[in-house]
């Protein structure tokens, strides 16, 4: 069974540019969730998509955005891009689940490391 | 609202030393607690979670952790380290019951570091 795939793995982008980062979730997976790793803020969660619709968001500003595909793909977008938005990128999927269910396991990608130089 | 503190930054042990990494939650509701495990350039494995269950919770890799109500403390151990356990450590809180989505909420991470 395929994990998740996020590509690209490693990018390298200039200030005031955007870029798209994606993910496939494993393969039954409704649910897809993004989360910012900086060395100094940590891991921090960004937005949820489940069935195509956003279904949590945190706290970042409109540059952050995403979407998800009818076969549950997902995509995020950073726009504007700032020197602070250098980080690691990771996608998770899960299975349908609410609230304190076993089901809210989170399955992680490897990762998209962008560099805003 | 819900919040996680690891106790330790950094943590160093010797080989086949027990290892202990220690986190504390705070949660309006009865939490689901996962331990997950960041080796270098790599994404996320989940170690172990715990769901309302038995209290005692094995994981992964000889890894354990005991939920402690009255000490709101989930906190993680492995009787005997492996160099390959050194890595970072990241102790997770989940979304409140009944709450839509899959929010976790994520400690600052403990580094562990394995001496032979």
């Known amino acids: 069974k395929a994990g998740v795939t996020q590509t690209p793995r490693y990018l390298i982008k200039t200030r005031g540019q955007q870029v798209t980062l994606s993910c496939s979730p494993i393969s039954g997976h409704r649910s897809v969730s993004w989360y910012q790793q900086t060395p100094g803020q940590g891991l921090q969660f960004l937005f949820e998509y489940f069935s195509e619709t956003q279904r949590n968001k945190g706290n970042f500003p409109g540059r952050f955005s995403g979407r998800q595909f009818s076969n549950s793909r997902s995509e995020m977008n950073v726009s504007t891009l700032e020197l602070g938005d250098s980080a690691l990128y990771l996608c998770?999927?899960?299975?349908?689940?609410?609230?304190?269910?076993?089901?809210?396991?989170?399955?992680f990608g490897a990762g998209s490391r962008l560099t805003v130089l | 609202a819900q919040s996680v503190t690891q106790l330790d930054s950094h943590v160093s042990v010797s080989e086949g030393t027990p290892v202990l990494l220690r986190c504390n939650y705070s949660?309006?509701?009865?939490?689901?607690l996962f331990w997950y495990v960041q080796h270098p350039n790599k994404g996320l494995q989940l170690l172990l979670k715990?769901?309302?269950?038995?209290?005692l919770v094995k994981g992964i890799n000889g890894f354990e952790a005991e939920f402690k109500k009255s000490e709101t403390s989930f906190h993680l151990t492995k009787p005997s380290a492996h160099m390959s356990d050194a890595a970072e450590y990241f102790c997770?809180?989940?979304?409140?019951?009944?709450?839509?989505?899959?929010?976790?909420?994520f400690g600052g991470g403990t580094r562990v570091l394995v001496k032979p």
């Open positions: 998770a999927s899960s299975l349908v689940g609410q609230g304190n269910s076993g089901a809210n396991v989170l399955t």
């Open positions: 715990y769901t309302s269950a038995a209290t």
């Open positions: 949660s309006s509701y009865s939490p689901s």
């Open positions: 997770v809180v989940s979304g409140a019951r009944g709450a839509a989505g899959n929010k976790l909420t």
